[in-house]
């Protein structure tokens, strides 16, 4: 039990999945977890652990933001033992050929700033995802024919930014998509040597003003979690 995870030693898994929205998590542990267990809600952050084809996995929410998932993923890797955190989430597309319902695979995360730029100081620290994680997950992807795009996403600090010329910087280096939480994700995991990974469901873009329907959005993201559970035990 620590300050905000409430689950007893043995009830998390060393395998989580990490949704920002704790119901998200509530229903991807219902939909792909065998037995899933409430083992946490402190202050309304969901955790189920459960088991995926014999796997102990956890799915626990991370909140919106960087400075909140660094939170829950110290929290998981230092008092808990998990070993692979993959985030699994939406994110704009900020490039003209990713479609909405496309996954993204990040290889990279950049970013303004993180909760872990005190401790770089003046060095511009490239986060990335675990190569094998990477790998498995664009074989899993390939498997289910999924449309799918692997690069270099931007996490940002705010969700309502005001910086289109900072958008389109990203946009001409290539950046596939925009969310929240990855960069620090990244830190973390090589901070503390575990493996991470952010798979990611494109419900909005950038370029075209489309988005995903609220209730379309839940329906859309079977293949992100099915990309997720099958890379981390491949």
Excluded at 50 to 68: L, R, Y
Excluded at 72 to 99: F, P
Aim: hydrophobic share 40%; glycine share 10%.
């Amino acid at each position: 039990m620590t300050l905000h995870i409430g689950a007893t030693p043995g009830e998390i898994a060393e395998t989580i999945l990490m949704p920002g929205d704790p119901y998200r998590a509530k229903w991807a542990a219902e939909t792909f977890l065998d037995n899933p267990k409430c083992v946490n809600d402190v202050r309304g952050m969901l955790g189920f652990t459960g088991t995926w084809c014999g796997h102990a996995v956890t799915i626990h929410g991370s909140g919106m933001g960087m400075p909140s998932l660094s939170i829950y993923a110290n929290e998981l890797i230092r008092d808990h033992g998990a070993k692979t955190l993959i985030r699994i989430g939406s994110c704009g597309a900020m490039q003209e050929h990713v479609g909405l319902r496309d996954v993204i695979l990040a290889m990279t995360a950049s970013s303004l700033s993180t909760p872990s730029s005190g401790i770089f100081r003046e060095l511009n620290f490239a986060p990335c995802a675990d190569w094998g994680l990477l790998r498995a997950a664009a074989d899993a992807a390939e498997a289910k024919s999924t449309r799918t795009h692997i690069g270099g996403i931007y996490s940002s600090d705010v969700f309502y930014d005001e910086r289109p010329d900072l958008n389109e910087q990203m946009t001409r280096h290539g950046i596939l998509g925009v969310e929240m939480e990855a960069a620090e994700l990244y830190n973390l995991a090589a901070r503390h040597s575990v493996r991470a990974l952010a798979v990611l469901t494109v419900s909005d873009h950038l370029q075209t003003g489309a988005a995903l329907p609220s209730k379309d959005r839940e329906s859309s993201f079977g293949d992100m979690i099915d990309i997720a559970l099958t890379a981390a035990f491949a």
